[in-house]
């Protein structure tokens, strides 16, 4: 076998400009896989980041919510939520696992900038949340990509009555001004209320309305009136001081958006009724653990008999999905080219090789080497040519991503608002790095065994009449 | 029939050989029959043309006749597959070509120790036997050169020794002189003989060269695909 080793490694040097033109092709193929293959790893593990961050690893919903909940998410409360909590918080099997665990309440309704300079007003999508919990959430950087966030200053544990909204609905309800928003002009005058027709206003909404703004208005933030519907049906008002905007990436989510303190949310779906949340949202340490955890959960509450329903964040964003998919088509159509040009570089060396060697393999076979042997030695070939070149390829890919990841590149990844930190995350995921490698090794070692077989079908006395 | 005992090295019977090219067919032998004794310094000569490399080619086991049988150490050739053939020519057949056909990227140590490894000799007696061998053929000074550092009579001490360092039953040597000066054509024949005698190989030479053919022990004249003569000793 040795023997074999060496001449294969001989006959590489033998023809060395020869051999070094296809390990360049096989090197460019490694190349340009591991570095898409790591961009891509950076945009999978960037995206899966974003999410858990921002919903966690597993989100639990009463049954129904997923399909039917977003239309009226105050009927789909969890009854007795902290019961739940400490029965997942507690759970021998999931607590090691969680990171973080916490209520949330999504609720929908109309807010509302009824200030004297303002008369605005726009539906909304609202989420009542946990800020401390949420800042934890934030710091989840697993895959170590620099996207640990810092705690959110406008939120905040103490003061329930704080809220954020998107960027696109400031503007919408006039706040551009209040909240300092570069960027960001001010209403038309025909949304001035001195321009407006407005509608005559019910009596007991406007008292609502008017006491939170005399209470808000002694907090010097921009006050905002937010109008639902509870889950009993009637309808409730209350106040949100705005400690700022942040940009959602999509316009749609921006022009919408409202975070609060989880007591405000439930105030006003629930009021004095039962405070129940949407959902329990856990944040786990690592994502290999989502499978073990969810099966967990399920037969936790399959146990208990609680009619809940657990989701992945893969299933709460299909965007996710979309751009796993997306990405990997266009990583596979990459490899796919790669592996053609691969195919084809070696295929000729080694037909050449073949066609120069016919003697030498004439007198070997003559010798005594079966035709198996003439085989192996041709596949061996080919396969150290490929992993010759798809090892010096690997080299410069890991070169090229530590040269960018330290050139402090950023970009804008899709769905989001703010610029991210570009790294190459070539070593990211070895699964992937390992499997390029070795692709292209085989697609080499395949591509030898085309000419490798002519050679050993060459008749003894034809190879050595060649000239 | 053959006249020669039943212990022949070689043993052929009208044996044929026919190429075809396209649609012509060329009769390159024409049912021969002779037997070649063991340990004999046999000579296969005639006019270019005349057969003699086809002939060397069936007895080296490297290719089959058309019609006969070949009888190379008592096997009889065509009736063996193509793996089992390559094994017998691994065991009994070492082959001493006109080119010298030294595996180029191999030391000239590397090139005599191939055909030991390809007949599972074990690691140290391996050793033992090349630089044996090497040294019966007086290049164990130069046996990590590559065939590429080598003089032309040292490329055909290396394919003899290369030959001989399995002790194979029969060595085939097709012009092993042709590409030689008179006086290294002289020592390689010279070194060939010694070393015939000395491990009793039977040695079949294709040859034109007379001071080859001074040496033989028999030798077989072909023409036109016949044998047109045998005779003890070396033809005048």
Same mark, same amino acid.
């Given at each position: 076998?040795?023997?074999?080793?060496?001449?294969?490694?001989?006959?590489?040097?033998?023809?060395?400009?020869? @051999?070094?033109?296809?390990?360049?092709?096989?090197?460019?193929?490694?190349?340009?896989?591991?570095?898409?293959?790591?961009?891509?790893?950076?945009?999978?593990?960037?995206?899966?980041?974003?999410?858990?961050?921002?919903?966690?690893?597993?989100?639990?919903? *009463?049954?129904?919510?997923?399909?039917?909940?977003?239309?009226?998410?105050?009927?789909?409360?969890? #009854?007795?939520?902290?019961?739940?909590?400490?029965?997942?918080?507690? #759970?021998?099997?999931?607590?090691?696992?969680?990171?973080?665990?916490?209520?949330?309440? @999504?609720?929908?309704?109309?807010a509302g900038n009824f200030s004297d300079e303002v008369d605005a007003s726009?539906?909304?999508?609202?989420?009542?949340?946990?800020? @401390?919990?949420?800042?934890?959430?934030?710091?989840? #950087?697993?895959?170590?990509?620099?996207?640990?966030?810092?705690?959110?200053?406008?939120?905040?544990?103490?003061?329930?009555? *704080?809220?954020?909204?998107?960027?696109?609905?400031?503007?919408?309800l006039g706040?551009?001004?209040?909240?300092?928003?570069?960027?960001?002009?001010?209403?038309?005058?025909?949304?001035?209320p001195?321009?407006k027709?407005v509608?005559?206003v019910?009596?007991?909404i406007a008292?609502?309305a008017q006491?939170d703004v005399?209470?808000?208005?002694?907090?010097?933030?921009?006050q905002i009136q937010?109008l639902?519907?509870?889950?009993?049906?009637?309808?409730?008002v209350?106040s949100?001081?705005?400690?700022?905007?942040?940009?959602?990436?999509?316009?749609?989510?921006?022009?919408?958006?409202?975070?609060?303190?989880?007591?405000?949310?439930?105030?006003?779906?629930?009021?004095?009724?039962?405070?129940?949340?949407?959902?329990?949202?856990?944040?786990?340490? *690592? @994502?290999?653990?989502?499978?073990?955890?969810?099966?967990?959960?399920?037969?936790?509450?399959?146990?208990?008999?609680? #009619?809940?329903?657990?989701?992945?964040?893969?299933?709460?964003?299909?965007?996710?999905?979309?751009?796993? *998919?997306?990405?990997?088509?266009?990583?596979?159509?990459?490899?796919?080219?790669?592996?053609?040009?691969?195919?084809?570089?070696?295929?000729?060396?080694?037909?050449?090789?073949?066609?120069?060697?016919?003697?030498?393999?004439?007198?070997?076979?003559?010798?005594?080497?079966?035709?198996?042997?003439?085989?192996?030695?041709?596949?061996?070939?080919?396969?150290?040519?490929?992993?010759?070149?798809?090892?010096?390829?690997?080299?410069?890919?890991?070169?090229?991503?530590?040269?960018?990841?330290?050139?402090?590149?950023?970009?804008?990844?899709?769905?989001?608002?703010?610029?991210?930190?570009?790294?190459?995350?070539?070593?990211?995921?070895?699964?992937?790095?390992?499997?390029?490698?070795?692709?292209?090794?085989?697609?080499?070692?395949?591509?030898?065994?085309?000419?490798?077989?002519?050679?050993?079908?060459?008749?003894?006395?034809?190879?050595?009449?060649?000239? | 029939?053959?006249?020669?005992?039943?212990?022949?090295?070689?043993?052929?019977?009208?044996?044929?050989?026919?190429?075809?090219?396209?649609?012509?067919?060329?009769?390159?032998?024409?049912?021969?029959?002779?037997?070649?004794?063991?340990?004999?310094?046999?000579?296969?000569?005639?006019?270019?043309?005349?057969?003699?490399?086809?002939?060397?080619?069936?007895?080296?086991?490297?290719?089959?006749?058309?019609?006969?049988?070949?009888?190379?150490?008592?096997?009889?050739?065509?009736?063996?597959?193509?793996?089992?053939?390559?094994?017998?020519?691994?065991?009994?057949?070492?082959?001493?070509?006109?080119?010298?056909?030294?595996?180029?990227?191999?030391?000239?140590?590397?090139?005599?120790?191939?055909?030991?490894?390809?007949?599972?000799?074990?690691?140290?007696?391996?050793?033992?036997?090349?630089?044996?061998?090497?040294?019966?053929?007086?290049?164990?000074?130069?046996?990590?050169?590559?065939?590429?550092?080598?003089?032309?009579?040292?490329?055909?001490?290396?394919?003899?020794?290369?030959?001989?360092?399995?002790?194979?039953?029969?060595?085939?040597?097709?012009?092993?002189?042709?590409?030689?000066?008179?006086?290294?054509?002289?020592?390689?024949?010279?070194?060939?003989?010694?070393?015939?005698?000395?491990?009793?190989?039977?040695?079949?030479?294709?040859?034109?060269?007379?001071?080859?053919?001074?040496?033989?022990?028999?030798?077989?004249?072909?023409?036109?695909?016949?044998?047109?003569?045998?005779?003890?000793?070396?033809?005048?």
């Amino acid at each position: 076998m040795s023997l074999l080793f060496r001449i294969a490694f001989r006959n590489i040097l033998r023809n060395r400009r020869r @051999s070094a033109m296809t390990s360049s092709a096989v090197a460019a193929g490694a190349l340009a896989m591991l570095l898409f293959g790591g961009f891509t790893s950076y945009i999978f593990a960037g995206l899966e980041t974003n999410n858990v961050q921002r919903i966690g690893h597993l989100t639990v919903f *009463r049954a129904g919510y997923f399909l039917f909940g977003a239309g009226n998410p105050a009927a789909y409360g969890i #009854d007795h939520y902290r019961d739940v909590l400490t029965l997942i918080g507690t #759970d021998p099997v999931l607590k090691p696992m969680i990171n973080v665990l916490t209520p949330t309440q @999504s609720l929908v309704g109309i807010a509302g900038n009824f200030s004297d300079e303002v008369d605005a007003s726009k539906t909304f999508l609202g989420v009542g949340l946990i800020p @401390s919990d949420r800042d934890r959430m934030r710091q989840w #950087d697993q895959f170590q990509i620099g996207a640990a966030r810092p705690p959110d200053p406008l939120l905040s544990d103490r003061d329930e009555t *704080r809220g954020v909204m998107g960027f696109g609905l400031a503007r919408i309800l006039g706040l551009c001004a209040r909240l300092g928003l570069a960027d960001c002009p001010p209403l038309p005058e025909a949304e001035r209320p001195a321009n407006k027709i407005v509608a005559a206003v019910d009596p007991d909404i406007a008292g609502l309305a008017q006491r939170d703004v005399e209470v808000g208005a002694a907090s010097g933030a921009p006050q905002i009136q937010l109008l639902a519907a509870t889950a009993g049906g009637a309808p409730n008002v209350v106040s949100l001081a705005v400690s700022g905007a942040e940009p959602q990436g999509v316009k749609e989510l921006d022009d919408n958006y409202v975070a609060m303190h989880l007591a405000l949310a439930q105030q006003l779906v629930y009021g004095r009724g039962e405070h129940k949340v949407t959902a329990i949202e856990l944040q786990l340490h *690592r @994502s290999q653990d989502l499978p073990a955890a969810r099966a967990r959960l399920v037969s936790l509450f399959g146990e208990h008999h609680l #009619d809940l329903d657990v989701r992945d964040f893969g299933e709460l964003t299909p965007f996710y999905g979309q751009v796993v *998919r997306l990405f990997s088509a266009i990583f596979l159509f990459i490899a796919l080219v790669m592996g053609v040009i691969v195919l084809f570089a070696v295929v000729n060396t080694m037909t050449m090789n073949v066609m120069e060697r016919t003697n030498e393999i004439g007198t070997i076979r003559a010798m005594g080497v079966r035709r198996g042997g003439i085989r192996r030695q041709f596949i061996l070939e080919g396969a150290l040519i490929g992993a010759i070149g798809a090892t010096l390829g690997a080299l410069l890919a890991i070169a090229i991503a530590l040269l960018v990841n330290r050139a402090g590149l950023t970009w804008v990844p899709p769905g989001n608002a703010s610029p991210s930190p570009l790294y190459l995350y070539v070593l990211g995921r070895p699964g992937r790095a390992i499997g390029a490698w070795l692709g292209l090794v085989l697609v080499a070692t395949f591509a030898a065994l085309i000419p490798a077989n002519r050679a050993a079908r060459l008749p003894v006395v034809d190879a050595l009449r060649h000239v | 029939m053959p006249e020669t005992d039943r212990a022949a090295a070689v043993r052929l019977t009208e044996v044929t050989k026919t190429y075809r090219t396209g649609a012509i067919e060329v009769a390159a032998l024409r049912g021969i029959s002779f037997d070649i004794p063991p340990h004999s310094f046999s000579m296969v000569v005639g006019p270019s043309g005349s057969g003699k490399t086809t002939l060397l080619n069936l007895v080296g086991c490297i290719d089959a006749p058309t019609t006969g049988t070949v009888e190379v150490c008592g096997e009889k050739i065509g009736e063996l597959e193509d793996n089992a053939l390559t094994d017998f020519r691994a065991r009994n057949v070492g082959f001493v070509f006109q080119g010298f056909s030294l595996v180029p990227v191999l030391s000239a140590y590397e090139n005599v120790e191939y055909p030991l490894l390809l007949i599972g000799v074990p690691a140290a007696q391996r050793r033992e036997r090349t630089l044996a061998m090497l040294d019966a053929v007086g290049l164990k000074d130069q046996s990590r050169q590559r065939p590429n550092e080598l003089s032309g009579g040292q490329k055909q001490r290396v394919a003899i020794a290369r030959a001989l360092v399995k002790e194979p039953t029969l060595v085939l040597a097709d012009e092993p002189t042709a590409n030689l000066d008179t006086e290294t054509g002289a020592a390689i024949i010279e070194l060939m003989h010694r070393v015939q005698t000395r491990f009793h190989t039977t040695f079949v030479f294709s040859t034109h060269d007379p001071q080859l053919m001074s040496h033989a022990d028999e030798t077989f004249v072909i023409r036109d695909g016949r044998l047109v003569e045998h005779k003890a000793g070396a033809v005048q």
